[in-house]
């Protein structure tokens, strides 16, 4: 496979995609492809409860896992949720953030670090019931090990949002839990060294794999990007490819971040295909 690719050298040239699938296609045998899920397989839409990823495309992850070293989901929805979404047994799986694991065949477990916040995790779910959060147009998922408090449907966006900067926040911090912003949407997660990319790290070199593929779209899937150039540089892995699912709402930063670009669900649809051929 060929080398790493500068960061921030985005393209989203099908020469770049199709040589891409090339060389993994040809180091099947070798290779681990990770994929979130929500913007990556699953179009985002309003409520996230709502979201699927397309019969097509359980089809292809079934026939990837088959043809290569691993197949793997890494998401902030519960492990739970994932395996809703995404019934392909043989997958590898990530949820929470890295605050889940399930290798592949096997159960999902919380990582040990985590469990000494979940009291404080249930504390704040029971402050914040849907009678006080509903007012801002926010609405909150209770993940397990974390939660996610949304407001991509909230009448007044801007509104939403300072609520949650301003109140919610600062009471999360208050309580001894970690906090992290994304797109429409405040995380609150155990104030423990884990993300995308300690899971992935850990999926990778437990496969064994030599190449690998992260497909993401998001500011938390940098972290996951980070961990396999890191395994890149260190000669764990002979090549990573971190690659953008590009659509209005990301950011430039996650743009800039990855080193080539799909566009959306659509076109890691057709990456799929092509690396299934």
């Not at 609520?163 to 208050?174: F, G, M, N, T, W």
């Amino acid at each position: 496979m060929s080398a790493l690719l500068a960061s921030g050298d985005v393209t989203s040239s099908n020469d770049v995609i199709a040589d891409l699938a090339r060389n993994l296609r040809h180091d099947a045998a070798r290779a681990a492809l990770l994929f979130d899920i929500d913007g990556v397989l699953a179009p985002i839409v309003p409520h996230a409860g709502d979201a699927c990823v397309p019969d097509d495309t359980q089809s292809l992850l079934a026939a990837l896992r088959d043809r290569y070293l691993l197949v793997g989901l890494v998401s902030g929805r519960g492990l739970s949720d994932v395996d809703r979404m995404v019934p392909v047994p043989g997958l590898a799986r990530g949820g929470n953030h890295g605050l889940e694991v399930a290798p592949p065949g096997e159960a999902a477990r919380v990582v040990p670090e985590a469990l000494p916040h979940a009291a404080a995790m249930r504390r704040f779910v029971a402050e914040h019931p849907a009678a006080t959060l509903a007012p801002h147009g926010v609405w909150l998922e209770d993940k397990g090990a974390s939660v996610s408090l949304h407001f991509r449907e909230a009448p007044d966006i801007a509104g939403a949002e300072a609520y949650l900067q301003r109140q919610v926040d600062p009471a999360a911090r208050a309580a001894g839990l970690r906090v992290r912003h994304g797109r429409m949407i405040l995380e609150v997660l155990p104030d423990v060294d884990v993300d995308k990319g300690t899971v992935v790290r850990e999926i990778v070199r437990t496969s064994g794999a030599r190449v690998a593929l992260y497909v993401g779209d998001d500011r938390t899937d940098m972290d996951a990007w980070r961990a396999i150039r890191d395994l890149a540089a260190d000669g764990a892995l002979d090549a990573a490819w971190c690659v953008v699912a590009d659509q209005p709402e990301v950011s430039g930063e996650v743009r800039g971040a990855a080193d080539a670009a799909v566009e959306g669900t659509g076109g890691v649809l057709a990456l799929l295909r092509d690396l299934a051929n």
